[in-house]
């Protein structure tokens, strides 16, 4: 059973980098597109990346985070990180990975839909405050 654990959350400054790391345990990637979301109290979880199984083709983002996040992954297919540049406020979250099932098809695509992703990490924690 695959499972997955986020790390490298904290706080971060106005215009600075942080860089989260999804680890998997229990599988290996290689079937799996993944995606990272983000949730604030109240609201929805949103998708803001996502990297299909197939690796770094046809990565997709939200729009809010276009240009300022990267999703990449090992070439061990082991690890998938995000990471954030010129970081903003509106940021900070807590931030969950997530694979989708080698059933979805997800091969060579990747969607930010929640409904796609089967199997999610226990979220970190993600500030961005000056």
């Known amino acids: 059973q695959l499972q997955l654990a986020e790390s490298g959350g904290g706080w971060v400054q106005p215009g600075g980098s942080l860089t989260l790391s999804c680890a998997a345990s229990?599988?290996?990637?290689?079937?799996?597109?993944i995606g990272w979301f983000r949730q604030v109290p109240g609201k929805e979880r949103e998708g803001v990346a996502c990297i299909p199984a197939s690796g770094d083709d046809n990565r997709d983002y939200a729009e809010s985070v276009r240009g300022r996040f990267t999703i990449s992954r090992n070439s061990a297919k082991t690890m998938v990180f995000l990471r954030i540049d010129n970081a903003q406020p509106e940021d900070t979250a807590v931030y969950y990975c997530a694979a989708s099932p080698p059933s979805s098809g997800l091969y060579t695509l990747c969607v930010l839909r929640r409904w796609v992703y089967h199997f999610w990490g226990q979220g970190a924690q993600v500030t961005v405050s000056s």
């Open positions: 229990g599988s290996t990637l290689d079937y799996h597109a």
